[in-house]
């Protein structure tokens, strides 16, 4: 059964930090790329940040460039997304999807919320 498990979300004061996690199990998890969505309140989703496979390339949206990271431990099978320097207009529903050519699953939300 192929699971991709999303967590770490929840509320924070502006210029605080969490660490989300994405699990994968079921499906090769090393050969998928992993990114990170996400999708404010009324929005569009957008690219929050994504990780390639082998040789770990990764790509940020511009909004979190400099305060976001993601990394990968394949031995694992979990990908994170360290935030940083979070700001009121963080607040989203965050997904992360694995993919590989035309084969993709997706994790179920997680709310983060940037609030004081």
């Known amino acids: 059964q192929v699971q991709l498990v999303g967590s770490g979300g929840g509320l924070v004061q502006p210029g605080g930090s969490l660490r989300h996690s994405c699990a994968g199990s079921?499906?090769?998890?090393?050969?998928?790329?992993i990114i990170w969505y996400r999708q404010p309140p009324g929005k569009e989703r957008e690219l929050v940040a994504g990780?390639?496979?082998?040789?770990?390339?990764?790509n940020y949206g511009d909004s979190v460039k400099g305060r976001f990271a993601i990394s990968r431990d394949n031995a694992v099978n979990t990908v994170y997304l360290q935030m940083n320097s979070l700001k009121p207009e963080d607040t989203a529903m965050y997904y992360c999807?694995?993919?590989?050519?035309?084969?993709?699953?997706w994790g179920q939300g997680t709310q983060v919320t940037v609030s004081s």
């Open positions: 999807n694995a993919k590989r050519r035309e084969s993709q699953y």
């Open positions: 079921g499906f090769p998890f090393k050969d998928y790329a």
């Open positions: 990780i390639a496979t082998i040789d770990y390339i990764t």
